[in-house]
């Protein structure tokens, strides 16, 4: 499908101006209450910190050098409670002006701003494009020598060409806002790289539904690169994280719409992790079911594990659903998910090509 690129979605892809921690600043407070206003100002006036209160506002602002930032809003934080911290806003300014009104954009909570002053190297890594992928294959249960689809996994690149693993961009990119850049950069690495690659069968293709705040408009960039690089739409499935999917069930279901207009597949991955796995599948209606890999891990021994994959398998063979179990290190895990009527299967124990790039770690994204 075609897609017009008329307009790039800014919120994925411009990225924050990165914290120079150079020279001196102001950083200013807001204060969610009287009592945590006047907890700062103790907390500064004790430590000899050059600061100036402004109590109509519950304002305070501290001069300081740059590179003492980090430190000053740990102390910050640790004299709060984390709700009080969650809910005390912050800016950073170099120099020693005044904000103004183009600063208040930058205004966010006091966690994020201790998170971005050790968010450089992820905001450098994305500015610079340093972000690739591997694949994992995903077989067929009968004949695990034959590859049905490739699972794209992210990867960075350090600037000496080490690979950054996901969990700790993840994990910081929420931290520290920069989800929706990360996430659009792992979807374009996806299908930039299985192009190169020349990849032939289908391509699975994570996405987190929260980083997205309107498909139409966030996801253009990715369907337009999917078409750009020749890759026929019924050859991708998109993967919704479970544990990551958006609270509103309506938001998910006009992704998935979008999707499958598009002529896209969805895959609901990680099922049996989280607690409303059956709602999801009569709201999004997948095409394929990924098992979780903590559901399959000993099954053939575990009667309980077994009863619930037993009971998932008969509803996705009922509603045609088709369905991949996660994670197989063991062949008698293998053997189980063949006689129960498992279509694909993924993991340590499945033989690798030796194109494309591919790992065996459990990073599913």
Same mark, same amino acid.
């Given at each position: 499908?075609?897609?017009?690129?008329?307009?790039?979605?800014?919120?994925?892809?411009?990225?924050?101006?990165?914290?120079?921690?150079?020279?001196?600043?102001?950083?200013?407070?807001?204060?969610?209450?009287?009592?945590?206003?006047?907890?700062?100002?103790?907390?500064?006036?004790?430590?000899?910190?050059?600061?100036?209160?402004?109590?109509?506002?519950?304002?305070?602002?501290?001069?300081?050098?740059?590179?003492?930032?980090?430190?000053?809003?740990?102390?910050?934080?640790?004299?709060?409670?984390?709700?009080?911290?969650?809910?005390?806003?912050?800016?950073?300014?170099?120099?020693?002006?005044?904000?103004?009104?183009?600063?208040?954009?930058?205004?966010?909570?006091?966690?994020?701003?201790?998170?971005?002053?050790?968010?450089?190297?992820?905001?450098?890594?994305?500015?610079?494009?340093?972000?690739?992928?591997?694949?994992?294959?995903? @077989?067929?249960?009968? !004949?695990?020598?034959?590859? =049905?689809?490739?699972?794209? +996994?992210?990867?960075? *690149?350090? #600037? %000496?060409?080490?690979?950054?693993?996901?969990?700790?961009?993840?994990?910081?990119?929420?931290?520290?806002?920069?989800?929706?850049?990360?996430?659009?950069?792992?979807?374009?690495?996806?299908?930039?790289?299985?192009?190169?690659?020349?990849?032939?069968?289908?391509?699975?293709?994570?996405?987190?539904?929260?980083?997205?705040?309107?498909?139409?408009?966030?996801?253009?960039?990715?369907?337009?690169?999917?078409?750009?690089?020749?890759?026929?739409?019924?050859?991708?499935?998109?993967?919704?994280?479970?544990?990551?999917?958006?609270?509103?069930?309506?938001?998910?279901?006009?992704?998935?719409?979008?999707?499958?207009?598009?002529?896209?597949? @969805?895959?609901?991955? !990680?099922?049996?992790?989280? =607690?409303?796995?059956?709602? +999801?599948?009569?709201? *999004?209606? #997948? %095409?394929?079911?990924?098992?979780?890999?903590?559901?399959?891990?000993?099954?053939?021994?575990?009667?309980?594990?077994?009863?619930?994959?037993?009971?998932?398998?008969?509803?996705?063979?009922?509603?045609?659903?088709?369905?991949?179990?996660?994670?197989?290190?063991?062949?008698?895990?293998?053997?189980?998910?063949?006689?129960?009527?498992?279509?694909?299967?993924?993991?340590?124990?499945?033989?690798?090509?030796?194109?494309?790039?591919?790992?065996?770690?459990?990073?599913?994204?």
């Amino acid at each position: 499908m075609s897609q017009s690129v008329s307009k790039s979605c800014e919120r994925c892809q411009t990225l924050p101006e990165k914290l120079e921690l150079e020279g001196h600043g102001r950083l200013f407070l807001w204060m969610p209450l009287g009592h945590s206003y006047g907890k700062l100002v103790r907390l500064l006036g004790d430590a000899g910190r050059e600061h100036q209160a402004i109590p109509e506002s519950q304002c305070v602002a501290v001069r300081l050098q740059a590179s003492q930032l980090s430190a000053l809003v740990a102390d910050v934080m640790g004299a709060l409670t984390g709700e009080e911290s969650r809910s005390t806003r912050a800016l950073f300014l170099q120099g020693d002006g005044e904000p103004g009104l183009g600063d208040f954009p930058r205004v966010g909570p006091l966690p994020q701003l201790f998170t971005m002053t050790r968010a450089g190297w992820l905001v450098d890594m994305l500015a610079e494009k340093r972000v690739t992928s591997h694949y994992q294959p995903i @077989v067929y249960a009968k !004949d695990t020598r034959q590859v =049905y689809a490739y699972e794209a +996994l992210l990867r960075g *690149l350090e #600037p %000496d060409g080490s690979l950054v693993f996901p969990g700790k961009m993840l994990t910081l990119a929420r931290d520290a806002d920069l989800l929706f850049q990360l996430d659009l950069a792992a979807r374009l690495s996806a299908v930039r790289e299985a192009s190169r690659l020349g990849l032939q069968v289908p391509l699975f293709i994570n996405f987190t539904p929260t980083a997205i705040y309107d498909p139409a408009f966030c996801l253009r960039s990715t369907v337009a690169a999917i078409s750009e690089h020749g890759i026929p739409p019924a050859n991708v499935v998109f993967e919704i994280i479970e544990s990551d999917h958006a609270p509103n069930a309506n938001h998910l279901k006009s992704l998935i719409a979008y999707y499958r207009q598009a002529g896209f597949r @969805v895959a609901l991955d !990680d099922l049996g992790a989280g =607690y409303s796995s059956l709602n +999801l599948i009569h709201q *999004l209606r #997948p %095409d394929i079911m990924k098992l979780d890999m903590e559901l399959v891990r000993g099954i053939h021994q575990d009667p309980y594990k077994a009863s619930i994959t037993e009971k998932l398998l008969e509803l996705a063979q009922k509603l045609g659903i088709l369905t991949v179990a996660e994670g197989i290190e063991t062949p008698e895990e293998l053997r189980w998910v063949r006689e129960h009527g498992v279509d694909f299967v993924q993991g340590y124990l499945i033989a690798k090509p030796a194109s494309p790039p591919v790992s065996s770690t459990p990073h599913y994204y």
